[in-house]
């Protein structure tokens, strides 16, 4: 007798017959690699909480020992000894809201007008300002080190936010975004005798709420991030982000890892909490502005 798991199924449209065992796992084959593409993904994540637990003399071993012999958690005690942590965790904090309001404030007042005004040389001003995000960052370091050198702003928080206040990456995703909405709504609300500003704030940011969650959760990562600007610009470590302080851990001939991956990793918490309270607004945001 013929075993029925195993036994193939005729298709009533096509004719052909399709094995059970293939149509009970249809998307076995993409969620093994998307399973795998995750562990790789978290690996360094894990390793990195696990060597913060180490301690200096284990860290170095080789072959590398998988899990500490003592969890010892003496390192994020002494972190905060080595570095004026919570200093540059404020710094970092302050970065980063400046910059979400300006990106995306004003970035999206910017892609509304891109994406439903009519005004002379529209996309023609649209695509030259989307070519300046071809142009490496290192290009703008000394034309922007010279303004604020001249202005007096170095080695201030001013001086440290100025440069990146307004970013046209946000311009683009949200232009997109609004390009996906309705024009309906922008109609039916000039009907009813609003202006551009009164259809802006009253009509469509609100239904932009997905789109300034994804701008925002990247306008974070990149302040949160950002290195080069700020360890040229500011010479005050108290002054500093985080990511000045985690780069100054890097010794010329020896660097203490366990000490640094626990600095490190106490200065991911917090794109980890936000992620995991805005991850599903990140998500719609990101898929609406590929919808257009």
Sequence with gaps: MPDLRTAPRIDDDTGTSTPVRSRRFPHL??????????????????????????????SLRIPPTPLPREFDASNYVDVFDQMPLLNMFGVSVAYALVLVLGHVFL??????????LRFPFRNALFYALLSLLMVPRQMFLLPQYEIIQGVGLTNTFAGLAAPHFVGFFTVFLMRQFFLSLPRELMESAKLDGAGPFRTYFSVMLPLAKPGLIAATIVVVLYSWNDLLWPLIVISDERKSPLSVGLANFQGEFLTDRPMLMAAATLASVPLIVLFLFLQKQFIQGIAFTGSK
């Design 29 to 58: 084959g993409a969620h093994s690699f998307l399973m795998l593409a995750s562990v790789l993904v978290i690996f360094p994540f894990v390793w990195q909480v696990v060597t913060s637990f180490k301690t200096l003399a284990e």
């Design 107 to 116: 970035g999206s007042m910017a892609a509304y007008a891109f994406a439903c």
